[in-house]
């Protein structure tokens, strides 16, 4: 097979290129694509494919590859799905090193014969070495060459040459992805559309936009992935190449979470496992199509800047508008040091001084005329944005000089955002002194928000100091509770003794040998969460109770445990989670896990360090660590049930599908697990 990245090189970079199914009838795809490579300004030779036609507008066509005057490097397939297959063993046989087709028909389709043609491409792709681009897509397009391989309509137009690289699994918005650059002064540099995936990924052209020397961000929108832990170490490699990537993950799978049977994979859905991932991966991560390019455009001109807000406006209305949108928007505000906040409050005539800061209460620009460079100029700031509006010369003035002193003495980006717009020439007052002016305030703070996201942490090693263990051989089923928290107890999870019981008397000998108070679990096949079903007993303090608890449940097995009291009960465990791998998760737990929906995520592997930062400011977190808590322990035993976690995760690798903790009785005693299920993969 061709290299991934010599095939990704003869797309981008083609010596000549052919549209096979060429056509005369404008609304076709053989006609569009031809025609676009053409207009594109493609410098290589553009040939059609028909054993009909001898030119399209002047486009020389020949009836097959071997006919064409010199050797073509790739080719937009321009025929229905039936006919593509053959015709790509076609062109791997001429030579070809890559292929873009782009007919619908394959495992989109909900016949078994799309699913059987997919699987097709991907064996000749593998007997024969070409790559292909979809199936189901519409096209490249390289910017700087120029080349446009498609038929969407930003192919037919000559798109500005610039740093941000897009690869989608959606075809259909590139214009309106290229559009929305182009409003933002901003440039493309690549653009796939990888729809199905049969052979190249997102994450192939991901890994060619890191060596391609024009781009300087790669904007993903992606429905899934492949290969999380490639998709981490791809981000990696960005950032130690001085690029930065920004994601839109678009669908979710909340009915198969839904459907899972440990809580961890429930609670653990699409969105907060991909969340997880982009983090972990140094990622920036936006919500919407505008986000999406208004974070590469400010990508590509100022780069990432991690850190914090600073903000002002010209009103107090304005500057509590700010504050509630970062807040909703997550975007964090700079708490000013108290050298900045004495310079500034000596300034002011009237009410307090906060970020954002209201220019209203210094009574005018006399006293104000230092407030931008102080503001900018804090240590805790690392871009600022105004809220501005139109404003006569006289009252403009004054402030479009002091905010520009800031921008250039600070040397941090100020961007303006100006709702109601402005004129061009007034707009042009800003820009010309190096501001950029939006018109949507909340589009542009999630810009702000991803040049702010935190860099990325390393991929931890293995603990030196853990010696490797033989993974454990997991059964083809539900491991059992008492199976579960042996499994855990082996890689050094803390779990409260229990013992399995097959009768009465047996367990009457287990809660005298263990101590009152006991808990008692009926096991019934099939049931995992038996607090559901009412097999779960508490705080049985004599042999009458569990007599009486023995009777109630009625089951044949039944598990007692030593009861462990504690003052709070959390959830943690590992799910996998389809495109991004294992995760580690910990939140709130108990019965009520799944209502109280607090969980902190981490894709494994992940250090100790990086599951103390994201786990302190969780609702958890806080709790652990607030005054009133009694036990300062508890977060370092919960931290290292994690740590065990991890190791437990890593050492079964592919075997597992899931493992639940819930409760782990924090407390005096520590972090304990009570009740455990481990799941392996089917």
């Excluded at 919500?287 to 807000?309: D, F, H, I, Q, V």
């Excluded at 807040?327 to 906040?341: R, Y």
């Excluded at 047996?506 to 808990?519: D, E, H, I, N």
Aim: glycine letters at 10%; a negative charge.
């Amino acid at each position: 097979m061709i290299a991934t990245h010599d095939a990704l090189h003869a797309l981008f970079h083609p010596r000549a290129v052919a549209v096979i199914g060429a056509s005369d009838d404008d609304t076709k795809h053989g006609y569009i694509v031809l025609n676009n490579i053409r207009d594109a300004g493609f410098p290589g030779g553009v040939y059609g494919i028909s054993r009909r036609l001898k030119d399209v507008n002047g486009i020389p066509c020949f009836p097959d590859l071997a006919s064409v005057p010199e050797q073509i490097d790739t080719a937009f397939l321009a025929i229905p799905a039936e006919a593509a297959v053959q015709a790509v063993r076609d062109c791997a046989r001429a030579g070809l090193k890559a292929v873009i087709v782009g007919s619908a028909g394959y495992a989109e389709s909900l016949d078994a014969g799309g699913a059987e043609r997919q699987r097709e491409l991907q064996r000749i792709a593998a007997e024969e070495g070409i790559r292909i681009v979809g199936p189901n897509c519409n096209g490249v397009y390289n910017a700087h060459h120029p080349l446009s391989i498609g038929f969407n309509t930003a192919h037919a137009k000559r798109q500005t040459p610039g740093g941000v690289s897009i690869f989608s699994h959606s075809g259909a918005l590139f214009d309106a992805m290229a559009g929305r650059l182009a409003m933002l002064g901003s440039g493309l540099s690549l653009f796939a559309s990888a729809g199905n995936e049969a052979d190249m990924s997102v994450l192939d052209y991901m890994e060619y936009g890191i060596t391609h020397e024009p781009t300087k961000v790669i904007a993903v929108l992606i429905d899934s992935l492949e290969d999380g832990p490639r998709f981490r170490r791809l981000a990696l490699a960005a950032h130690a190449a001085g690029k930065h990537v920004v994601a839109l993950k678009i669908g979710g799978s909340a009915a198969g979470a839904a459907a899972a049977v440990a809580h961890s994979s429930r609670l653990a859905g699409d969105g907060a496992s991909y969340r997880a991932l982009f983090d972990a991966s140094g990622v920036s991560v936006v919500n919407t199509l505008e986000g999406l390019m208004t974070a590469s455009a400010l990508l590509a001109k100022y780069g990432r800047r991690p850190g914090k807000l600073g903000a002002l406006s010209t009103s107090g209305a304005g500057a509590s508008l700010i504050a509630d949108r970062c807040d909703a928007l997550g975007v964090p505000l700079a708490e000013l040091t108290e050298t900045t906040h004495a310079e500034i409050d000596e300034r002011k005539m009237f009410s307090r001084i906060g970020n954002p800061l209201d220019m209203g209460i210094f009574g005018g620009m006399r006293r104000a005329s230092e407030v931008p460079s102080l503001l900018m100029n804090d240590p805790g700031v690392s871009v600022a944005l105004g809220l501005m509006h139109s404003m006569n010369p006289w009252q403009g003035d004054p402030i479009r000089n002091a905010l520009a002193k800031g921008r250039e003495t600070s040397g941090k980006p100020l961007l303006i955002v100006s709702p109601g717009g402005m004129p061009a020439a007034e707009r042009e007052s800003y820009t010309s002194r190096g501001m950029d002016v939006f018109t949507e305030m909340d589009i542009l703070i999630e810009g702000i928000g991803a040049m702010l996201a935190p860099l990325p942490e390393p991929i931890p090693e293995p603990l030196p100091d853990v010696a490797p263990m033989a993974a454990p051989v997991l059964p083809n089923r539900q491991l059992t509770e008492p199976e579960s928290l042996n499994v855990l107890l082996s890689f050094g999870v803390r779990t409260v003794p229990v013992v399995e019981c097959p009768s009465r008397d047996q367990a009457l000998s287990a809660a005298r040998a263990l101590g009152y108070p006991v808990v008692l679990k009926g096991v019934a096949e099939g049931i995992a969460h038996k607090s559901d079903h009412g097999l779960v007993w508490v705080d049985l303090r004599d042999a009458d109770a569990l007599e009486a608890a023995l009777a109630a449940i009625g089951c044949q097995n039944v598990i007692v445990e030593k009861m462990i009291a504690g003052d709070l009960e959390a959830i943690a465990g590992v799910t996998r989670a389809d495109g991004v791998g294992l995760v580690l998760m910990a939140g709130l737990g108990g019965i009520y896990a799944e209502a109280l929906a607090d969980i902190t995520m981490w894709p494994i592997p992940v250090s100790r360090a990086a599951i103390e930062e994201k786990l302190v400011p969780s609702k958890l977190g806080r709790v652990l660590t607030s005054h009133r808590w009694k036990h300062p322990g508890s977060l370092a035993a919960l931290i290292d049930l994690l740590m065990a976690l991890q190791r437990a995760a890593q050492t079964l690798g592919d075997q597992l599908e899931a493992i639940d903790i819930n409760p782990v009785i924090l407390g005096a005693s520590g972090a304990t697990a009570v009740d455990a299920l481990v799941i392996p993969r089917a």
